[in-house]
């Protein structure tokens, strides 16, 4: 494996869930791989779950990481190609990216979106040039549209949780005070496509994720109506995608409650976190027995270690 930016680059499905439960009971048998070996982690935009379990990932597999937090630690950077650099930024992807590249055999990225250009937001422009010229595997770490370590670890908890072969999930939006991209959605709705799951979502109008990936998607915009019998409740709220990158709504009648759970067939709640409490999610939700955010993000170690097992065995 040469880069993880979307589902398509798991191949299979089956067998990487097979391979994350092998991880998970025993998380140090391959660390052996990564001897030698470095992941150098690129961080420009915050991070607690995805900058903390990849670093264990990468160490379980018996890798040495360097973090850099490029909007506190390093040069400003520019990507535009044929600009004049008379401005504050003194270095070029260009350059940054093959040095970088220089340093390590993995290299792991966490971009954000802009949320006002959809066209360069969409085709992935910086995780695309590090594709380009670093020179070794790229993993994403959530890029401008897609969060792919989330939602596969989001799958293999569902895995672990479901009580039946077929469950339904329910992605729902959910009200936040400030503009959020679509990746984990998006992402969350490819990985479900691909999976043996009655997936559901809810939103309000003008909240249509990229029609590209919702074909063949149910959509209910009765929120109430699509917890009925739900399995699991994954909320997330993300910004318009038509609109792009407005908040139209912040409508409080949105946020998952125990009513609202009352309907559901004592569904899982799931969040990728970090999470508004009572915004997103009452208390009372979030702290009940059937929250289950807390082992989804345990879970980020193993689905980081699938993939980067994958790509150190093809080094
Ligand atoms: N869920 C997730 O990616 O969390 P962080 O932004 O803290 O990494």
Redesign the pocket.
């Known amino acids: 494996m040469r880069q993880f930016l979307t589902v398509d680059d798991i191949g299979d499905v089956d067998s990487a869930l097979t391979e994350a439960r092998i991880l998970k009971r025993n998380p140090h048998g391959f660390s052996y791989l990564g001897k030698n070996k470095t992941m150098i982690l690129l961080f420009f935009?915050?991070?607690?779950?995805?900058?903390?379990?990849t670093q264990k990932a990468a160490r379980n597999l018996g890798m040495e990481v360097i973090v850099l937090d490029v909007n506190k630690d390093s040069w400003k950077l520019e990507s535009e190609y044929g600009v004049i650099m008379d401005g504050d930024k003194p270095e070029h992807l260009r350059e940054a990216i093959p040095v970088i590249g220089s340093y390590c055999d993995i290299i792991g990225i966490?971009s954000f979106a802009s949320l006002t250009d959809k066209e360069a937001d969409y085709t992935e422009e910086l995780i695309n040039q590090f594709i380009e010229f670093s020179g070794v595997p790229i993993v994403s770490?959530?890029s401008a549209t897609r969060?792919p370590?989330?939602a596969f670890a989001d799958l293999f908890t569902i895995e672990e949780y479901k009580r039946k072969s077929k469950p339904k999930v329910v992605l729902t939006w959910a009200p936040h005070p400030r503009a959020l991209p679509q990746a984990?959605a998006n992402s969350f709705v490819e990985w479900m496509k691909v999976s043996d799951v009655d997936l559901v979502v809810t939103h309000p109008e003008g909240y249509e994720l990229d029609p590209s990936l919702m074909e063949g998607v149910k959509v209910e915009h009765d929120q109430k109506k699509a917890f009925e019998n739900a399995d699991f409740i994954y909320a997330k709220n993300w910004s318009s995608f038509t609109h792009y990158g407005q908040i139209l709504s912040k409508d409080r009648s949105w946020t998952v409650d125990e009513e609202k759970m009352a309907l559901t067939n004592e569904a899982y709640f799931m969040h990728?976190?970090?999470v508004r409490r009572n915004m997103v999610v009452s208390d009372g939700v979030i702290d009940s027995s059937r929250s289950i955010v807390i082992p989804e993000?345990a879970n980020?170690v193993v689905s980081a270690q699938v993939v980067l097992k994958r790509m150190l065995e093809k080094l």
């Not at 915050?46 to 900058?51: I, Y």
Request: charged residues 25%; hydrophobic residues 35%.
């Open positions: 935009n915050s991070s607690l779950r995805t900058r903390l379990s966490r770490l959530e969060h370590l989330q984990v990728c976190l970090p993000a980020r």
